[in-house]
């Protein structure tokens, strides 16, 4: 079915690309024919229970079909086609007495229970009891609860969300990467705490200088690199991930910036709102959260792909939902031929944020220039 929607765009306007540019991310109305995203919604509500709509037509259409395949590749240039993508929906529901990934209960966390975080990273079941022991021994415990059990430190952990602890062999890069999201949204999310995606405008900028800086000091990138410690046993479960580095998050800390119980101030995200049919285009390096549906009238309903540049690795096809494209869906371990060292390839790409995005070039340099 081809999107035939006649106010739908086909590329970014100069001034969005400058959004893009500044914020990260940029919000394109319109982008998804009312009959694709009907098509998705109705796939939907026939879904039989536990069954994995990610690789079905109906979502990944919502690319394929529509006018977003002509933006990206516009804007970033050459990628796979989408094959599956990540199915995106919230219930509406009230604040949880639960742990969260972070560490704290989900009715103590601000802006609606968001969980910040740079994309790529491992999770696993957060502890739902105050651990108890060293910080070694709390980390030993936790990521011997994976799926592959008591590995140790081992790039061969994966977690519950199928990504590895270390992408590399060497254990020198702690995250997955890829260039750009799309959030393809089915329902309407104009009001605050419908579950909308949460985004930190401007935090790419500075994750990816942290990224530099990592590189810099040891070329150890992401969790476990310099500043950027796994876990946080000062959370009230003693066994919180470390989502964003501190150094990032206290760049967006001011005075109204809200605090959990324990008095600790959080980064005051920006809920993306967006219409069914509209979608959002961001960088890797946004930090980024779901969050709560606590207003909604239906569950939030969001289509969520990754895409990369297809210069990163020509040869290797990334299936639209995998944040760790250089090892398998699975953590399988890839062939690469010699001389191509795949973990180096990503490293650069996290440190040279616009070097995937074919169409940003002009603008970037006039960016640049200005702040130069």
């Not at 229970?49 to 979502?59: F, V």
């Not at 933006?71 to 929906?89: A, T």
Request: charge should be negative; proline fraction near 7%; hydrophobic fraction near 30%.
């Amino acid at each position: 079915m081809a999107d035939s929607h006649p106010e739908s765009p086909q590329q970014l306007s100069l001034e969005q690309k400058r959004a893009l540019y500044r914020d990260g991310f940029v919000v394109v109305k319109n982008v998804v024919s009312k009959e694709l995203v009907e098509a998705a919604r109705a796939r939907m509500k026939r879904a039989k229970k536990g069954e994995n709509l990610g690789p079905t037509r109906e979502m990944t259409d919502l690319v394929n079909a529509s006018s977003i395949t002509p933006i990206l590749r516009e804007v970033m240039g050459q990628f796979d086609p989408p094959v599956s993508c990540q199915v995106g929906v919230l219930k509406k529901r009230a604040p949880g007495e639960y742990f969260n990934n972070l560490g704290y209960r989900d009715k103590d966390m601000p802006y609606y229970g968001a969980e910040t975080h740079a994309d790529g990273s491992i999770t696993i079941a957060a502890p739902q009891e105050v651990q108890e022991g060293t910080p070694e021994e709390i980390y030993r415990r936790y990521f011997a609860s994976g799926p592959n059990g008591d590995l140790g430190r081992s790039p061969d952990v994966i977690g519950d969300n199928t990504v590895p602890m270390f992408e590399d062999p060497d254990m020198t890069l702690g995250l997955g990467s890829f260039t750009a999201f799309t959030f393809v949204c089915l329902n309407d999310q104009l009001e605050e705490g419908c579950g909308q995606t949460s985004v930190i405008p401007g935090g790419h900028h500075a994750l990816a200088k942290f990224f530099q800086k990592q590189r810099d000091i040891n070329n150890c990138i992401g969790p476990e690199g310099p500043g950027w410690p796994r876990l946080d046993h000062e959370a009230p479960n003693r066994c919180g991930l470390v989502y964003l580095p501190e150094e990032v998050k206290n760049q967006f800390l001011d005075e109204t910036s809200e605090c959990t119980p324990d008095g600790k101030r959080w980064p005051r995200p920006t809920q993306v709102l967006m219409a069914a049919g509209d979608a959002c285009i961001a960088v890797y390096q946004i930090p980024h959260s779901g969050s709560r549906n606590e207003n909604g009238s239906e569950s939030r309903k969001n289509i969520i792909f990754r895409f990369r540049n297809k210069k990163r690795q020509p040869d290797k096809i990334v299936n639209g939902v995998t944040d760790h494209a250089d090892r398998g869906q699975m953590g399988e371990w890839l062939d690469y031929e010699e001389g191509n060292d795949p973990w180096e390839r990503s490293k650069y790409a996290m440190c040279n944020m616009w070097h995937e995005w074919d169409g940003m070039q002009e603008v970037v340099a006039e960016e640049e220039a200005k702040q130069a």
